[in-house]
T-cell receptor, first 113, second 109 residues
Framework: EAQVTQNPRYLITVTGKKLTVTCSQN?????MSWYRQDPGLGLRQIYY???????DKGDVPEGYKVSRKEKRNFPLILESPSPNQTSLYFC????????????FGDGTRLSIL | DAKTTQPTSMDCAEGRAANLPCNHS???????VYWYRQIHSQGPQYIIH???NNETNEMASLIITEDRKSSTLILPHATLRDTAVYYC??????????FGDGTTLTVKP
């Protein structure tokens, strides 16, 4: 089944403790992207990757890192999480970019205390 | 990227057609109009997209005006399961993607 898989689905952690949210897709998509969703603010793009080893900032990249060493994986790294990064996170992928239909994961709900 | 404007919320009776409007008056010639929906806090789901011509698939129809400044997503026979937030987006940039606030559609029995 074609899918985008995020792990973990839920995480409660403390300020400053490094964490990684993994994202994997099995559709051989070139493009992957991370979004965060907060009440009243819609979906905001954090980082995106057009292909392996190519990443770029979205609208809200501060406090996040990403890497794209393999086509299928696009982890989101919070080196020193803070409470304002408490949010619902989505990973997405598509064949050719944001102007192609994007497939989204089920989301990761992060709570930073 | 062109900005889109959608009503904040809409209601629709079950079994009737739901018509969701979107204004994208600054759209340029090579920009597609995309529609996604999000049910509760699940990942957004792609519905349909189009450039100039009207489009139809198993989920919905997309009507784009001749001047391309607005579009309407039509769910022909809305069900309770169509209750969701519907996003209309226009992307030129291959990488950046901007979702607005969307329209909350409530389908009522």
């Amino acid at each position: 089944e074609a899918q985008v898989t995020q792990n973990p689905r839920y995480l409660i952690t403390v300020t400053g403790k490094k964490l990684t949210v993994t994202c994997s897709q099995n559709m051989n998509h070139e493009y992957m992207s991370w979004y965060r969703q907060d009440p009243g603010l819609g979906l905001r793009q954090i980082y995106y990757s057009m292909n392996v080893e190519v990443t770029d900032k979205g609208d809200v990249p501060e406090g996040y890192k990403v890497s794209r060493k393999e086509k299928r994986n696009f982890p989101l790294i919070l080196e020193s999480p803070s409470p304002n990064q408490t949010s619902l996170y989505f990973c997405a992928s598509s064949f050719g970019g944001a102007n192609q239909p994007q497939h989204f994961g089920d989301g990761t709900r992060l709570s930073i205390l | 990227d062109a900005k889109t404007t959608q009503p904040t919320s809409m209601d629709c009776a079950e079994g009737r057609a739901a018509n969701l409007p979107c204004n994208h008056s600054t759209i340029s010639g090579n920009e597609y109009v995309y529609w996604y929906r999000q049910i509760h806090s699940q990942g957004p789901q792609y519905i349909i997209h189009g450039l100039k011509n009207n489009e139809t698939n198993e989920m919905a129809s997309l009507i784009i005006t001749e001047d391309r400044k607005s579009s309407t997503l039509i769910l022909p026979h809305a069900t309770l399961r169509d209750t969701a937030v519907y996003y209309c987006i226009v992307n030129t940039n291959a990488g950046k993607s901007t979702f607005g606030d969307g329209t909350t559609l409530t389908v009522k029995p």
